[in-house]
T-cell receptor, first 113, second 111 residues
C-alpha cells in the first residue's frame, strides 16, 4: 500500500530535550516536505527536500533541522524544543516538487512542556 | 507574498443541505488551486484541483471553479452527508511550486 508514515504519532516532551520525528514514504517520491498545522493558520511549510541530500527552508524553519540521506526517509529534528513548537506536524511527499498531488502522513501531535 | 483566505468555521449543516465554503487568494501570476480534506485523525488528502482560469475541479460531488476575475475558488456540494464532516483547506501553488494553505474550515454535518 502506497503511504507516508510518521513516528511517533503522539509525543509529550519537555523544553530542551532533543527529539526526532521520522517520516518514510514507499512511493519512490523525490519531493518530501514537513508542515506544521496550527489553529487558524492552516499548514505552514517548515522544510522541504527535492531529492537526496537536497534540502531547503520553508516558511517557518527556525528551531528545526532536517536531513535527506535516503530517498524514502526525511526526519525532522528539534535540537532544543520549546513550547512554541507545540503543534501538529505533517510529512508529505510527491513525485516531484511541481507535481499536483502531495501525499500526507497521518500527523504527529507534539506537546512541549 | 501569496496568501489564501477561507471563511472561518465551523460550518454546521444538516444532511442534504447545500454547502459553500468560500476561498479567495492573493498571488502573482497564474497559480494552481487546490482543495484538500482532512478527516478526523488523518492527514490531508487532495480533494480537487484546477490549474487555469475557468477550470472546474470536481470529485465526490464537490466542485470548485477557478475564477481569476474574483481571485476565488469556492467549494460547493449540492447535498452534504454526515461522512463529509471534516476540515477543508484551500491552497495554491505558485510558479515557484510552493504550496500556500488557507486556515482551514471545519464542516460538521448533522443527521
Amino acid at each position: 500500500e502506497a503511504q507516508v508514515t510518521q513516528n511517533p504519532r503522539y509525543l509529550i516532551t519537555v523544553t530542551g530535550k532533543k527529539l526526532t520525528v521520522t517520516c518514510s514514504q514507499n512511493m519512490n517520491h523525490e519531493y518530501m516536505s514537513w508542515y506544521r498545522q496550527d489553529p487558524g493558520l492552516g499548514l505552514r511549510q517548515i522544510y522541504y527536500s527535492m531529492n537526496v541530500e537536497v534540502t531547503d527552508k520553508g516558511d517557518v524553519p527556525e528551531g528545526y533541522k532536517v536531513s535527506r540521506k535516503e530517498k524514502r526517509n526525511f526526519p525532522l529534528i528539534l535540537e532544543s524544543p520549546s513550547p512554541n513548537q507545540t503543534s501538529l506536524y505533517f510529512c508529505a511527499s510527491s513525485l516531484s516538487m511541481g507535481y499536483n498531488e502531495q501525499f500526507f502522513g497521518p500527523g504527529t501531535r507534539l506537546t512541549v512542556l | 507574498g501569496d496568501s489564501v483566505t477561507q471563511m472561518e468555521g465551523p460550518v454546521t449543516l444538516s444532511e442534504e443541505a447545500f454547502l459553500t465554503i468560500n476561498c479567495t487568494y492573493t498571488a502573482t501570476g497564474y497559480p494552481s488551486l487546490f482543495w484538500y480534506v482532512q478527516y478526523p485523525g488523518e492527514g490531508l488528502q487532495l480533494l480537487l484541483k484546477a490549474t487555469k482560469a475557468d477550470d472546474k475541479g470536481s470529485n465526490k460531488g464537490f466542485e470548485a471553479t477557478y475564477r481569476k476575475e474574483t481571485t476565488s475558488f469556492h467549494l460547493e456540494k449540492g447535498s452534504v452527508q454526515v461522512s463529509d464532516s471534516a476540515v477543508y483547506f484551500c491552497a495554491l501553488r505558485n510558479a515557484g511550486n510552493m504550496l500556500t494553505f488557507g486556515g482551514g474550515t471545519r464542516l460538521m454535518v448533522k443527521p
